[in-house]
Protein backbone atom coordinates (compact mmCIF):
# COMPACT_ATOMS: atom_id res chain seq x y z
CA UNK A 1 0.00 0.00 0.00
CA UNK A 2 1.23 3.61 -0.86
CA UNK A 3 0.87 6.62 1.89
CA UNK A 4 1.81 9.78 1.28
CA UNK A 5 3.69 11.30 4.72
CA UNK A 6 2.56 13.50 7.46
CA UNK A 7 4.09 15.02 10.39
CA UNK A 8 2.65 12.25 12.63
CA UNK A 9 4.89 9.62 10.80
CA UNK A 10 8.41 11.94 10.28
CA UNK A 11 9.99 9.28 12.89
CA UNK A 12 8.97 6.29 11.10
CA UNK A 13 10.39 7.49 7.86
CA UNK A 14 13.52 8.60 9.33
CA UNK A 15 14.49 5.69 11.26
CA UNK A 16 14.03 3.49 7.32
CA UNK A 17 16.19 6.38 5.70
CA UNK A 18 18.71 5.21 8.74
CA UNK A 19 18.65 1.92 8.24
CA UNK A 20 19.13 1.96 4.42
CA UNK A 21 22.37 1.63 3.03
CA UNK A 22 20.98 3.19 -0.41
CA UNK A 23 19.19 6.31 1.39
CA UNK A 24 20.95 10.24 1.82
CA UNK A 25 20.54 12.81 3.96
CA UNK A 26 18.60 14.03 1.23
CA UNK A 27 15.59 11.54 1.82
CA UNK A 28 14.91 12.21 5.37
CA UNK A 29 11.78 13.73 5.87
CA UNK A 30 12.97 17.41 7.27
CA UNK A 31 13.20 17.84 4.07
CA UNK A 32 9.33 18.27 3.51
CA UNK A 33 9.71 21.26 6.16
CA UNK A 34 12.20 23.03 4.29
CA UNK A 35 10.76 22.79 0.56
CA UNK A 36 7.37 23.94 2.09
CA UNK A 37 8.63 26.49 4.17
CA UNK A 38 11.41 27.89 1.77
CA UNK A 39 10.19 27.51 -1.58
CA UNK A 40 6.19 26.77 -1.14
CA UNK A 41 6.22 24.15 -3.47
CA UNK A 42 4.01 21.18 -2.87
CA UNK A 43 5.54 18.02 -1.89
CA UNK A 44 4.39 14.59 -2.08
CA UNK A 45 6.64 12.04 0.22
CA UNK A 46 5.59 8.26 -0.36
CA UNK A 47 5.87 5.87 1.13
CA UNK A 48 4.78 2.02 0.74
CA UNK A 49 3.71 0.20 3.78
CA UNK A 50 3.69 -3.65 4.19
CA UNK A 51 1.84 -5.61 7.37
CA UNK A 52 2.53 -1.99 9.17
CA UNK A 53 6.18 -1.40 8.06
CA UNK A 54 7.78 0.98 5.66
CA UNK A 55 9.14 -0.62 2.57
CA UNK A 56 10.06 2.13 0.56
CA UNK A 57 9.73 5.80 0.25
CA UNK A 58 10.04 8.32 -2.83
CA UNK A 59 10.13 11.81 -1.93
CA UNK A 60 8.47 13.96 -4.34
CA UNK A 61 8.80 17.87 -5.09
CA UNK A 62 6.22 19.96 -7.88
CA UNK A 63 7.59 22.47 -9.52
CA UNK A 64 5.36 24.47 -11.50
CA UNK A 65 7.60 27.25 -13.41
CA UNK A 66 6.34 29.71 -16.09
CA UNK A 67 10.45 30.44 -16.68
CA UNK A 68 11.66 26.76 -15.84
CA UNK A 69 8.90 24.40 -16.80
CA UNK A 70 6.22 21.77 -15.23
CA UNK A 71 7.96 19.13 -13.38
CA UNK A 72 7.85 16.19 -10.15
CA UNK A 73 11.62 15.95 -9.21
CA UNK A 74 13.09 13.65 -6.57
CA UNK A 75 14.43 15.52 -5.11
CA UNK A 76 14.54 19.33 -5.80
CA UNK A 77 16.77 21.34 -4.97
CA UNK A 78 18.90 18.19 -4.13
CA UNK A 79 21.76 16.15 -5.89
CA UNK A 80 20.80 12.58 -5.07
CA UNK A 81 16.79 11.20 -4.31
CA UNK A 82 14.85 8.15 -6.66
CA UNK A 83 13.34 5.35 -4.85
CA UNK A 84 14.35 3.37 -1.74
CA UNK A 85 13.18 0.29 -1.28
CA UNK A 86 13.89 -2.66 0.10
CA UNK A 87 12.40 -5.40 -1.53
CA UNK A 88 11.53 -5.29 -5.12
CA UNK A 89 7.77 -4.78 -4.75
CA UNK A 90 8.04 -1.60 -2.85
CA UNK A 91 10.15 -0.21 -5.45
CA UNK A 92 7.78 -1.25 -8.39
CA UNK A 93 4.75 0.20 -6.37
CA UNK A 94 6.50 3.42 -5.68
CA UNK A 95 7.51 4.03 -9.60
CA UNK A 96 3.91 3.10 -10.84
CA UNK A 97 2.22 5.57 -8.12
CA UNK A 98 5.02 8.68 -9.45
CA UNK A 99 4.11 7.70 -12.83
CA UNK A 100 0.03 8.03 -12.56
CA UNK A 101 0.96 11.33 -10.00
CA UNK A 102 3.14 13.21 -13.06
CA UNK A 103 0.36 12.03 -15.44
CA UNK A 104 -2.49 13.67 -12.87
CA UNK A 105 -0.68 16.81 -12.38
CA UNK A 106 -0.02 17.07 -15.97
CA UNK A 107 3.65 17.65 -15.98
CA UNK A 108 6.28 17.42 -18.60
CA UNK A 109 8.06 15.21 -16.81
CA UNK A 110 9.03 13.40 -13.68
CA UNK A 111 12.76 13.17 -13.23
CA UNK A 112 14.28 10.47 -10.32
CA UNK A 113 17.62 12.10 -9.32
CA UNK A 114 19.28 8.40 -8.81
CA UNK A 115 23.24 7.58 -7.70
CA UNK A 116 23.46 4.50 -9.39
CA UNK A 117 21.20 3.25 -12.84
CA UNK A 118 17.15 2.22 -12.24
CA UNK A 119 15.61 2.27 -15.01
CA UNK A 120 18.16 1.41 -18.20
CA UNK A 121 14.91 2.21 -20.57
CA UNK A 122 14.42 5.33 -19.44
CA UNK A 123 16.16 8.59 -20.58
CA UNK A 124 18.96 10.17 -18.55
CA UNK A 125 21.30 13.19 -18.30
CA UNK A 126 24.85 12.74 -19.13
CA UNK A 127 25.64 15.65 -17.20
CA UNK A 128 26.20 15.10 -13.89
CA UNK A 129 28.90 13.42 -11.51
CA UNK A 130 29.63 12.96 -8.06
CA UNK A 131 33.06 12.98 -6.35
CA UNK A 132 33.03 10.59 -2.52
CA UNK A 133 36.03 9.01 -1.50
CA UNK A 134 36.55 7.01 1.79
CA UNK A 135 38.77 8.74 4.26
CA UNK A 136 41.52 7.48 6.92
CA UNK A 137 41.71 7.52 10.41
CA UNK A 138 44.84 9.20 10.18
CA UNK A 139 44.37 13.08 9.55
CA UNK A 140 47.81 13.28 8.38
CA UNK A 141 47.55 10.40 5.47
CA UNK A 142 44.29 12.38 4.21
CA UNK A 143 46.87 15.33 3.67
CA UNK A 144 49.28 13.01 1.85
CA UNK A 145 46.30 11.63 -0.12
CA UNK A 146 45.92 14.78 -2.22
CA UNK A 147 47.68 15.01 -5.10
CA UNK A 148 50.84 17.37 -4.91
CA UNK A 149 49.70 20.83 -6.85
CA UNK A 150 46.83 20.34 -4.75
CA UNK A 151 48.15 19.83 -1.58
CA UNK A 152 50.71 23.46 -2.25
CA UNK A 153 47.31 25.08 -2.42
CA UNK A 154 46.29 24.19 0.71
CA UNK A 155 49.56 25.02 1.85
CA UNK A 156 49.49 28.34 0.93
CA UNK A 157 46.22 28.94 2.96
CA UNK A 158 47.99 27.72 5.86
CA UNK A 159 51.03 29.87 5.30
CA UNK A 160 49.04 32.71 5.28
CA UNK A 161 47.68 32.23 8.30
CA UNK A 162 44.20 31.67 7.14
CA UNK A 163 41.98 29.80 10.32
CA UNK A 164 38.99 28.11 10.45
CA UNK A 165 36.18 28.23 12.93
CA UNK A 166 32.61 26.73 12.97
CA UNK A 167 29.51 29.34 13.04
CA UNK A 168 26.62 29.34 14.85
CA UNK A 169 24.51 31.58 12.38
CA UNK A 170 24.31 31.71 8.48
CA UNK A 171 25.43 35.67 8.00
CA UNK A 172 28.93 34.90 6.92
CA UNK A 173 27.93 31.64 4.56
CA UNK A 174 25.56 33.96 3.58
CA UNK A 175 27.61 36.64 2.10
CA UNK A 176 30.10 34.36 0.93
CA UNK A 177 27.92 31.94 -0.88
CA UNK A 178 26.06 34.47 -2.49
CA UNK A 179 28.75 36.83 -4.00
CA UNK A 180 30.27 33.58 -5.34
CA UNK A 181 27.04 32.51 -7.15
CA UNK A 182 26.56 35.87 -8.16
CA UNK A 183 29.65 36.02 -9.78
CA UNK A 184 28.86 32.75 -11.77
CA UNK A 185 25.95 34.63 -13.20
CA UNK A 186 23.33 32.25 -11.24
CA UNK A 187 20.80 33.01 -8.97
CA UNK A 188 20.67 33.10 -5.10
CA UNK A 189 18.37 31.55 -2.66
CA UNK A 190 17.08 33.23 -0.38
CA UNK A 191 18.75 33.76 3.42
CA UNK A 192 15.69 32.90 4.61
CA UNK A 193 16.21 28.74 3.39
CA UNK A 194 19.55 28.81 4.69
CA UNK A 195 18.21 29.55 8.04
CA UNK A 196 15.70 27.01 7.82
CA UNK A 197 18.23 24.14 7.26
CA UNK A 198 20.05 24.83 10.34
CA UNK A 199 16.98 25.09 12.11
CA UNK A 200 15.36 21.75 11.05
CA UNK A 201 18.42 19.80 10.70
CA UNK A 202 20.48 21.07 13.76
CA UNK A 203 24.03 19.74 14.58
CA UNK A 204 23.80 18.06 11.21
CA UNK A 205 23.90 21.00 9.47
CA UNK A 206 27.48 22.87 10.12
CA UNK A 207 28.91 26.02 8.74
CA UNK A 208 32.61 26.38 8.56
CA UNK A 209 34.19 30.08 8.56
CA UNK A 210 37.55 30.74 7.33
CA UNK A 211 39.13 33.84 8.93
CA UNK A 212 41.90 36.10 8.13
CA UNK A 213 42.55 38.13 11.21
CA UNK A 214 38.83 37.71 11.87
CA UNK A 215 38.22 38.88 8.24
CA UNK A 216 35.82 36.67 6.35
CA UNK A 217 37.26 35.26 3.59
CA UNK A 218 34.92 31.71 3.25
CA UNK A 219 32.92 30.04 4.27
CA UNK A 220 30.71 26.75 3.39
CA UNK A 221 27.48 24.47 4.92
CA UNK A 222 28.06 21.34 5.36
CA UNK A 223 25.39 18.01 6.13
CA UNK A 224 26.66 15.11 8.67
CA UNK A 225 24.72 12.03 7.40
CA UNK A 226 25.58 8.64 9.23
CA UNK A 227 29.21 8.52 8.75
CA UNK A 228 29.36 11.06 5.55
CA UNK A 229 30.29 14.73 5.21
CA UNK A 230 28.51 16.45 2.21
CA UNK A 231 30.09 19.76 1.93
CA UNK A 232 27.34 21.71 -0.19
CA UNK A 233 26.85 24.90 -0.18
CA UNK A 234 30.16 27.32 0.00
CA UNK A 235 31.38 30.36 -1.14
CA UNK A 236 35.14 32.39 -1.08
CA UNK A 237 35.14 36.77 -1.29
CA UNK A 238 37.57 38.31 -3.45
CA UNK A 239 40.18 37.55 -1.54
CA UNK A 240 39.53 33.94 -1.34
CA UNK A 241 41.29 33.50 -4.54
CA UNK A 242 44.67 35.13 -3.48
CA UNK A 243 44.74 33.43 -0.49
CA UNK A 244 43.95 29.94 -1.52
CA UNK A 245 40.58 30.67 0.73
CA UNK A 246 38.49 27.65 -0.78
CA UNK A 247 41.41 25.24 -0.91
CA UNK A 248 42.47 25.14 2.53
CA UNK A 249 38.70 25.46 3.88
CA UNK A 250 37.68 21.79 2.32
CA UNK A 251 41.04 20.82 3.64
CA UNK A 252 39.57 22.56 7.31
CA UNK A 253 36.46 20.54 6.22
CA UNK A 254 37.69 17.26 5.53
CA UNK A 255 40.32 17.42 8.85
CA UNK A 256 37.50 18.40 11.58
CA UNK A 257 35.28 16.14 10.10
CA UNK A 258 38.16 12.92 10.37
CA UNK A 259 38.71 14.38 13.86
CA UNK A 260 35.00 13.40 14.74
CA UNK A 261 35.34 9.62 13.06
CA UNK A 262 33.83 10.66 9.95
CA UNK A 263 34.63 7.93 6.99
CA UNK A 264 33.31 8.99 3.35
CA UNK A 265 33.55 12.86 2.27
CA UNK A 266 31.28 13.52 -0.27
CA UNK A 267 32.27 16.68 -2.81
CA UNK A 268 28.89 16.69 -4.05
CA UNK A 269 27.85 17.05 -8.02
CA UNK A 270 29.77 18.49 -10.60
CA UNK A 271 28.65 19.02 -14.45
CA UNK A 272 31.20 17.59 -16.47
CA UNK A 273 33.62 19.92 -18.51
CA UNK A 274 32.84 22.75 -15.47
CA UNK A 275 35.35 24.52 -13.11
CA UNK A 276 34.37 22.86 -10.02
CA UNK A 277 34.74 19.21 -12.06
CA UNK A 278 37.93 20.34 -12.60
CA UNK A 279 38.74 21.39 -9.03
CA UNK A 280 37.12 18.51 -6.81
CA UNK A 281 39.34 16.15 -9.70
CA UNK A 282 42.41 17.77 -8.97
CA UNK A 283 42.00 16.86 -5.42
CA UNK A 284 42.19 12.84 -6.41
CA UNK A 285 38.53 12.18 -6.64
CA UNK A 286 37.44 10.02 -8.71
CA UNK A 287 33.68 11.30 -10.85
CA UNK A 288 31.53 8.88 -10.29
CA UNK A 289 28.23 9.69 -13.05
CA UNK A 290 25.13 10.28 -11.58
CA UNK A 291 21.87 8.93 -13.18
CA UNK A 292 18.81 11.57 -13.48
CA UNK A 293 16.56 9.02 -15.67
CA UNK A 294 13.01 10.25 -16.61
CA UNK A 295 9.98 9.65 -17.25
CA UNK A 296 8.53 11.79 -20.28
CA UNK A 297 5.01 12.56 -19.89
CA UNK A 298 3.68 16.02 -22.05
CA UNK A 299 7.61 16.73 -22.85
CA UNK A 300 9.56 15.07 -25.71
CA UNK A 301 12.81 15.13 -24.22
CA UNK A 302 14.39 16.13 -21.28
CA UNK A 303 14.59 19.72 -19.82
CA UNK A 304 17.99 21.36 -20.89
CA UNK A 305 17.75 23.80 -18.13
CA UNK A 306 21.25 24.51 -16.72
CA UNK A 307 24.03 26.99 -17.40
CA UNK A 308 25.66 25.42 -20.08
CA UNK A 309 23.12 25.70 -22.61
CA UNK A 310 23.85 28.48 -24.71
CA UNK A 311 20.18 30.16 -24.76
CA UNK A 312 21.14 31.11 -21.20
CA UNK A 313 24.31 33.03 -22.00
CA UNK A 314 23.15 36.28 -21.89
CA UNK A 315 21.37 36.14 -18.93
CA UNK A 316 24.44 34.64 -17.35
CA UNK A 317 26.24 37.74 -18.33
CA UNK A 318 24.06 40.12 -17.48
CA UNK A 319 23.95 38.80 -13.93
CA UNK A 320 27.31 38.60 -13.46
CA UNK A 321 26.88 42.42 -13.72
CA UNK A 322 24.46 43.08 -11.24
CA UNK A 323 25.14 44.35 -7.82
CA UNK A 324 25.32 41.96 -4.90
CA UNK A 325 22.58 43.59 -3.06
CA UNK A 326 20.09 43.35 -5.92
CA UNK A 327 20.91 39.69 -6.51
CA UNK A 328 19.84 38.93 -3.20
CA UNK A 329 16.50 40.49 -3.72
CA UNK A 330 15.96 39.28 -6.87
CA UNK A 331 18.10 35.73 -6.84
CA UNK A 332 15.12 33.65 -4.53
CA UNK A 333 12.09 34.82 -6.71
CA UNK A 334 14.29 32.91 -9.49
CA UNK A 335 15.86 29.85 -7.61
CA UNK A 336 13.26 28.53 -5.95
CA UNK A 337 12.03 27.08 -8.77
CA UNK A 338 15.61 25.74 -10.38
CA UNK A 339 15.53 22.33 -10.03
Same mark, same amino acid.
Given at each position: ?5 ? +? ?7 ? %? ?16 ? +? ?42 ? =? ?6 ? /????? #? ?6 ? =? ?8 ? =? ?13 ? #? ?22 ? &? ?22 ? &? ?15 ? %? ?14 ? =? ?12 ? /? ?11 ? #? ?36 ? /? ?69
Amino acid at each position: MIKTLD +VANYSRWNS %FVQESTEATFFHQAGWQE +VIKKAFGHKTYFLYAETDGNITGILPLVHINSLFFGNTLVSIAP =CVYGGIVA /SDEQS #YLELDNEA =CHLAETLGVD =CLEMRNRVQKQPERP #YKELYVSFRKELDADVEKNFLAIP &RKQRAMVRKGIEAGLTSVIDNNID &RIYRAYSESVRNLGTPV %FSKKYFQILKDVFGEQ =CEVLTVELNGQLIA /SVMSFYFKDEILP #YYGGGTDLARELKGNDFMYWEVMRRAVEKGTKVFDYGR /SKIGTGSYSFKKNWGFIPEPLFYEFYLVKSTSMPDINPLNPKYRLFIAAWKRLPLAISQVIGPWLSKDLS
